[in-house]
């Protein structure tokens, strides 16, 4: 439909921009935050996921980097996780 496809266009847009600017103004560091949760799955009922929320903090602001599934909540793929993204 097309107003699903004009919600889809413009978060991606909006995406893309923000990380334009965070790259932009990039921080000298930031401290990483990570923790993992079962979640319900998106696309399957009943059915329940890992995923990792990777937050980074600096100055006084927080960005959401990611939320990527993990296989396992083991800390080797939570570590391989928050460095993919």
């Not at 990380?19 to 560091?29: H, M």
């Not at 930031?30 to 979640?39: A, E, M, N, P, R």
């Not at 696309?43 to 890992?50: A, G, I, P, T």
């Not at 600096?58 to 391989?80: H, I, W």
Request: proline share 5%; hydrophobic share 35%; charged share 35%.
């Amino acid at each position: 439909n097309t107003i699903q496809r004009y919600r889809e266009d413009f978060r991606k847009t909006k995406a893309t921009r923000i990380k334009e600017l965070f790259k932009e103004n990039e921080p000298s560091f930031v401290c990483v935050h990570w923790d993992s949760k079962l979640l319900p799955a998106l696309n399957v009922r009943d059915l329940k996921s890992e995923r990792l929320p990777i937050i980074v903090t600096y100055k006084d602001e927080e960005k959401l980097l990611g939320v990527p599934k993990l296989e396992n909540s083991s800390g080797k793929e939570q570590a391989m996780a928050v460095w993919n993204v």
